[in-house]
């Protein structure tokens, strides 16, 4: 081949720029390019990134804590391996079990084979423990004795080395903690009470791989916040299958979970290891489970701080004689917003609250509501503090004594056996009709547990009759067990609600396995002289119209001086007096035994009447309540003192209807020349009643007539 004339043999081309800081051929000499500095100036600035995000983490020693920390958890998961909630859902199927034979023993052979094989494990467990923690100590002890300072140095800084990897923060939250702003900065606002913000749906499939729980205040949108609440309850071992409708409200999160098997128990159960896991307060995790959704229960997460209740309503004004009690009447409000309305006509009610718990609260906000009423009396019962207290000037009859509180109520427990048979004679049906002319009764009884004994059989009598009668009784009491109520009575009232108190409260008043079903009312926290806490925070079951779930409410806190203004209001409008049928069908009604007095076969009295029936202006008296206007008429008084002069002259302190007429018409015969025993019951039936029995007298078993303390009573 030869070459073309005039060619010139050209250089091999290279493309390729030479790299920055490489080592070049150059003319027979190597020579190295300007890339020494940029080299130096990218060490040294890693190394200066380096040393600050030491210094920002304190030289990771919060790390190794952690470290370390998780390794012990790690090693206390392991140790127990799911045995405890194998062995609670064996427990779980014994209880359900009961009264099948077959089915029990098996259960119990389940919860034995359980048992035995957990005790194993952690043997097992416990073993291989010892025998690493040996080789590691003889291996650290060897290393010291031999190697000396830099072995021991050595050692140190690899064991916080080892600490800090097992310790660094998880990829997801350290992102959370570099993008979120500081909790400080969301704001609650009262427009947000209750309102929906948005909403996501996560299942524990969709959870991303590799992360650990992290606390509530890292969770700045609905996405972070259902992946910590999935982390932390699987973390816990409940057997949580997806989050949804989740909510940002003004004073933290609400949220649904569903647990793919079991029942939303298992949340219940682990609340308060929740709120470690989510850096809350106590009572800052509110798991409600849901009727309509077996498998789930709300989930509420109350900022540390936060008040749910904070932008609920205030109490309405409710003008004297502007509702019917058998309409409803707010109370308060829930947690999650709705309000709590509640109507007393014929119901029963308990409220239950240790001290400081709020129960004088919640009777005065029930009270203030049936003291607007048209047709409704209210009465005040309380043997050991001020009852209503504020509300006093609206009460029709207020009893403080025992004496007081006795004939308070023997007298509605004969007015219930009354009105049972006159309602027959007035057309009402089964059940006693309330209106303006026959009005209902609501008895507050507060302080149950330091009634006399005598009070208390004569509460539990009138529990028993007075519903269908228009005439409903309110205890409270700071406990809910035989021990506070003498009985066990609580399960058996209607409308039952409790506030802060002890978890056999919890259980005595909504029944064995309220608690796992999210009745949490021992989880709230009495007042102090300084800090209100849950004062007037309740549970409350029965309530008409409404379905018995667990959700917490509070009952207005109402001012004193509102609750003296509305009661001087409704007492100048004129308070509500008890119809005449009722007080005179009163008359045709037997005592109960045990409020008779006893005699012996001669006649001779041995026991005096522990309560003596009263009429409506006696009970009035006696109570220090004032009286209708014009109903006492000059002549009765003049006749009573009359009969007492005669009584105490003759030494005796009891006469026949027929003796006393005699006698009277013997001593006065200018004035009662024409007295009859007709005519003189008639006199006195207004303010004294009709006769009563007096026991073997004048040869007869049982006859009729008046006794002289009933009469001293009315002058």
Same mark, same amino acid.
């Given at each position: 081949m030869t070459t073309a004339p005039h060619s010139i043999p050209q250089p091999n081309l290279n493309l390729r720029k030479p790299v920055e800081g490489a080592v070049v051929e150059h003319h027979g000499e190597i020579v190295k390019q300007n890339g020494d500095a940029s080299w130096m100036r990218s060490k040294l600035a890693l190394a200066g990134r380096a040393k600050d995000h030491a210094l920002d983490n304190k030289l990771y020693v919060g790390w190794s804590a952690r470290g370390y920390k998780n390794l012990g958890r790690r090693w206390l998961d392991a140790r127990r391996d799911d045995y405890p909630q194998m062995i609670e859902s064996a427990v779980a199927e014994l209880r359900s079990s009961k009264g099948n034979t077959a089915a029990e023993s098996s259960a119990k052979e389940l919860v034995k084979e359980r048992r035995d094989e957990y005790r194993g494990h952690k043997k097992r467990h416990d073993i291989k423990t010892a025998l690493w923690s040996a080789v590691g100590v003889a291996g650290a002890a060897t290393g010291v004795i031999v190697g000396g300072t830099l072995i021991e140095a050595c050692m140190a800084v690899g064991g916080a080395v080892f600490g800090a990897y097992h310790g660094r923060p998880?990829?997801? *939250?350290?992102?959370?903690?570099?993008?979120?702003?500081?909790?400080?900065?969301?704001?609650?606002?009262?427009?947000?009470? %209750?309102?929906?913000?948005?909403?996501?749906?996560?299942?524990?499939?969709?959870?991303?791989?590799?992360?650990?729980?992290?606390?509530?205040?890292? @969770?700045?949108?609905?996405?972070?916040?259902?992946?910590?609440?999935?982390?932390?309850?699987?973390?816990?071992?409940?057997?949580?299958?997806?989050?949804?409708?989740?909510?940002?409200?003004?004073?933290?999160w609400q949220c649904v979970v569903r647990v793919s098997e079991g029942t939303p128990e298992a949340i219940i159960k682990v609340a308060g290891d929740l709120e470690t896991r989510f850096d809350?307060?106590?009572? %800052?995790?509110?798991?409600?489970?849901?009727?309509?959704?077996?498998?789930?229960?709300?989930?509420?997460?109350?900022?540390?701080?936060?008040?749910?209740?904070?932008?609920?309503?205030?109490?309405?004004?409710?003008?004297?004689?502007?509702m019917s009690i058998t309409d409803k009447f707010r109370i308060g409000s829930s947690v999650g917003g709705d309000e709590l309305?509640?109507?007393?006509?014929?119901?029963?009610?308990?409220?239950?609250?240790?001290?400081?718990?709020?129960?004088?609260?919640?009777?005065?906000?029930?009270?203030?509501?049936?003291?607007?009423? /048209?047709?409704?009396?209210?009465? =005040?019962?309380?043997?050991?503090?001020?009852g209503l207290?504020?509300?006093? =000037?609206? $009460?029709?009859?207020?009893?403080?004594?025992?004496?007081?509180? *006795?004939?308070?109520?023997?007298?509605?427990?004969?007015?219930?056996?009354?009105?049972?048979?006159?309602?027959?004679?007035?057309?009402?049906?089964?059940?006693?009709?309330?209106?303006?002319?026959?009005?209902?009764?609501?008895?507050?009884?507060?302080?149950?547990?330091?009634?006399?004994?005598?009070?208390?059989?004569? @509460?539990?009598?009138?529990?028993? $009759?007075?519903? #269908?009668?228009?005439?409903?009784?309110?205890?409270?009491?700071?406990?809910?067990?035989?021990? /506070?109520?003498?009985?066990?009575?609580?399960?058996?009232?209607?409308? #039952? @609600?409790?506030?802060?108190?002890?978890?056999?409260?919890?259980?005595?008043?909504?029944?064995?396995?309220?608690?796992?079903?999210?009745?949490?009312?021992?989880?709230?926290?009495?007042?102090?002289d300084t800090d209100p806490k849950d004062a007037g925070h309740i549970y409350i079951q029965g309530v008409p119209g409404m379905p018995d779930e667990p959700i917490e409410y509070k009952v207005h806190e109402v001012p004193s001086a509102t609750l003296r203004t509305l009661a001087t209001e409704r007492l100048e409008a004129g308070l509500v007096e008890p119809d005449q049928a009722s007080l005179d069908a009163m008359a045709g009604v037997d005592l109960p035994e045990y409020?008779?007095?006893? /005699?012996?076969?001669?006649?001779?009295?041995?026991?005096?009447?522990?309560?003596?029936?009263?009429?409506?202006?006696?009970?009035?008296?006696?109570?220090?309540?004032?009286?209708?206007? %014009? !109903?006492?008429?000059? !002549?009765?008084? @003049?006749?009573?003192?009359?009969?007492?002069d005669l009584m105490d002259k003759a030494g005796v302190d009891r006469m026949r209807t027929e003796t006393l007429v005699a006698k009277l018409a013997e001593h006065y015969p200018d004035a009662y020349a024409d007295l009859t025993a007709e005519s003189l019951k008639e006199m006195l039936a207004p303010a004294v009643g009709?006769?009563?029995?007096?026991?073997?007298?004048?040869?007869?078993?049982?006859?009729?007539?008046?006794?002289?303390?009933t009469l001293a009573r009315f002058l």
């Amino acid at each position: 081949m030869t070459t073309a004339p005039h060619s010139i043999p050209q250089p091999n081309l290279n493309l390729r720029k030479p790299v920055e800081g490489a080592v070049v051929e150059h003319h027979g000499e190597i020579v190295k390019q300007n890339g020494d500095a940029s080299w130096m100036r990218s060490k040294l600035a890693l190394a200066g990134r380096a040393k600050d995000h030491a210094l920002d983490n304190k030289l990771y020693v919060g790390w190794s804590a952690r470290g370390y920390k998780n390794l012990g958890r790690r090693w206390l998961d392991a140790r127990r391996d799911d045995y405890p909630q194998m062995i609670e859902s064996a427990v779980a199927e014994l209880r359900s079990s009961k009264g099948n034979t077959a089915a029990e023993s098996s259960a119990k052979e389940l919860v034995k084979e359980r048992r035995d094989e957990y005790r194993g494990h952690k043997k097992r467990h416990d073993i291989k423990t010892a025998l690493w923690s040996a080789v590691g100590v003889a291996g650290a002890a060897t290393g010291v004795i031999v190697g000396g300072t830099l072995i021991e140095a050595c050692m140190a800084v690899g064991g916080a080395v080892f600490g800090a990897y097992h310790g660094r923060p998880d990829p997801a *939250e350290a992102e959370v903690e570099a993008t979120a702003p500081p909790l400080s900065i969301i704001e609650q606002t009262d427009s947000g009470f %209750g309102q929906d913000t948005g909403q996501v749906f996560m299942t524990v499939d969709q959870l991303p791989e590799g992360g650990s729980p992290f606390p509530i205040a890292q @969770a700045r949108t609905p996405q972070q916040l259902a992946e910590c609440v999935l982390r932390a309850l699987i973390a816990e071992g409940v057997p949580v299958a997806e989050v949804s409708d989740v909510i940002r409200l003004s004073w933290g999160w609400q949220c649904v979970v569903r647990v793919s098997e079991g029942t939303p128990e298992a949340i219940i159960k682990v609340a308060g290891d929740l709120e470690t896991r989510f850096d809350l307060a106590t009572n %800052g995790v509110r798991p409600t489970p849901m009727k309509e959704r077996r498998a789930c229960a709300v989930l509420r997460l109350v900022d540390r701080g936060a008040d749910p209740f904070a932008s609920a309503p205030g109490l309405p004004y409710r003008a004297p004689k502007s509702m019917s009690i058998t309409d409803k009447f707010r109370i308060g409000s829930s947690v999650g917003g709705d309000e709590l309305a509640v109507s007393l006509a014929g119901v029963m009610g308990l409220v239950v609250a240790t001290t400081g718990g709020g129960k004088t609260g919640v009777l005065q906000a029930l009270a203030e509501g049936t003291t607007a009423c /048209y047709d409704n009396i209210t009465i =005040d019962l309380d043997p050991h503090g001020d009852g209503l207290e504020d509300l006093h =000037d609206a $009460v029709r009859i207020t009893a403080r004594t025992n004496e007081q509180i *006795e004939a308070v109520l023997l007298f509605f427990f004969m007015l219930s056996k009354a009105r049972a048979r006159l309602r027959k004679k007035l057309g009402m049906g089964r059940k006693w009709k309330v209106s303006k002319e026959h009005p209902h009764f609501t008895i507050f009884f507060d302080e149950f547990p330091k009634g006399s004994d005598l009070a208390k059989r004569l @509460a539990f009598d009138l529990l028993l $009759v007075g519903r #269908k009668e228009a005439v409903a009784l309110e205890i409270a009491s700071q406990g809910g067990t035989k021990l /506070y109520l003498g009985e066990n009575i609580a399960q058996m009232i209607a409308l #039952k @609600a409790v506030g802060p108190c002890k978890v056999g409260d919890t259980r005595a008043v909504f029944g064995e396995g309220s608690v796992n079903e999210g009745w949490q009312s021992h989880r709230l926290s009495p007042a102090t002289d300084t800090d209100p806490k849950d004062a007037g925070h309740i549970y409350i079951q029965g309530v008409p119209g409404m379905p018995d779930e667990p959700i917490e409410y509070k009952v207005h806190e109402v001012p004193s001086a509102t609750l003296r203004t509305l009661a001087t209001e409704r007492l100048e409008a004129g308070l509500v007096e008890p119809d005449q049928a009722s007080l005179d069908a009163m008359a045709g009604v037997d005592l109960p035994e045990y409020v008779l007095p006893t /005699y012996d076969i001669e006649g001779v009295l041995k026991k005096e009447a522990p309560v003596e029936l009263l009429t409506w202006e006696q009970l009035l008296k006696l109570c220090d309540a004032e009286p209708m206007a %014009g !109903a006492q008429p000059e !002549a009765t008084t @003049a006749v009573i003192a009359d009969a007492v002069d005669l009584m105490d002259k003759a030494g005796v302190d009891r006469m026949r209807t027929e003796t006393l007429v005699a006698k009277l018409a013997e001593h006065y015969p200018d004035a009662y020349a024409d007295l009859t025993a007709e005519s003189l019951k008639e006199m006195l039936a207004p303010a004294v009643g009709k006769p009563v029995t007096l026991g073997p007298l004048d040869g007869l078993a049982n006859p009729r007539g008046f006794k002289r303390e009933t009469l001293a009573r009315f002058l």
